[in-house]
């Protein structure tokens, strides 16, 4: 079975400063994708950055980077220049051969002008 | 392009009614999903389909029921509806099942 822990529930950061927002998990598949989502207050659950597994390069999409530490089974999300928008819950999630999305609770992540 | 088209955005449905929520992609994905997310957690899994005319329970398929004629529909049927089915209803689609995931807007279901 796949597992997703997002142990903090909420986190706050200062506008233009640098967040992190943890993600760990488990799986027993060696070949295996990781995600981030966002979900603002619209519902719109959002893709921010992918992972693949078997590359050891961090994803970095703009602002967004993932620190991803195979070993230790996590995945990290930093935004960087955090602006207002970036306000949302954000979702770690694991799929693999079976295709299937596994999702942790989430984080509510605030933005404070 | 709409990408995934889901009807109705919201609903309220009385204890041991029945109804069916659309999905609609256009993407001329294989893959397509029902979750359900309940306040303050993620995503479940309730049915997905690698294909027309294939579909597979997920994590909480207990009171639903799909089906895949096309590959672009895929409806999710609730019978007898119950108040433990009250939550926000997403239906996704994919190319491949893991290059990443399209959703729709969500289906919020009440049941009163």
């Known amino acids: 079975a796949q597992t997703v822990t997002q142990s903090q529930p909420e986190m706050s950061v200062q506008e233009a400063e640098t967040v992190t927002l943890s993600c760990t998990y488990d799986?027993?598949?060696?070949?295996?994708?990781l995600f981030w989502y966002k979900q603002p207050p619209s519902r719109q659950m959002i893709l921010v950055i992918r992972?693949?597994?078997?590359?050891?390069q961090n994803a970095t999409e703009n602002r967004f980077s993932v620190n991803f530490q195979k070993a230790a089974k996590s995945f990290s999300l930093k935004i960087s220049d955090s602006q207002l928008g970036d306000a949302a819950m954000y979702f770690c999630?694991?799929?693999?051969?079976?295709?299937?999305?596994?999702f942790g609770k989430g984080i509510t992540l605030s933005v404070r002008p | 392009n709409a990408g995934v088209t889901q009807t109705p955005k919201f609903r309220i449905l009385k204890i041991g009614q029945s109804m069916t929520l659309q999905c609609t992609q256009d993407?001329?994905?294989?893959?397509m999903y029902w979750y359900r997310q309940d306040p303050g957690m993620g995503l479940k899994l309730i049915y997905y389909?690698?294909?027309?005319?294939?579909?597979d329970k997920g994590e909480v398929p207990n009171g639903y029921n799909v089906s895949r004629s096309t590959t672009e529909d895929f409806p999710l049927r609730l019978e007898l509806a119950a108040p433990s089915q009250t939550s926000v209803y997403f239906c996704?689609?994919?190319?491949?099942?893991?290059?990443?995931?399209?959703f729709g807007s969500g289906t919020r279901l009440t049941v009163v």
């Open positions: 389909s690698v294909g027309a005319g294939i579909t």
């Open positions: 993407m001329n994905h294989n893959y």
């Open positions: 999630v694991l799929t693999g051969a079976n295709s299937k999305l596994t």
């Open positions: 799986t027993s598949e060696s070949d295996y994708y």
């Open positions: 996704a689609s994919s190319l491949t099942g893991n290059y990443g995931y399209t």
């Open positions: 992972q693949e597994a078997y590359k050891q």
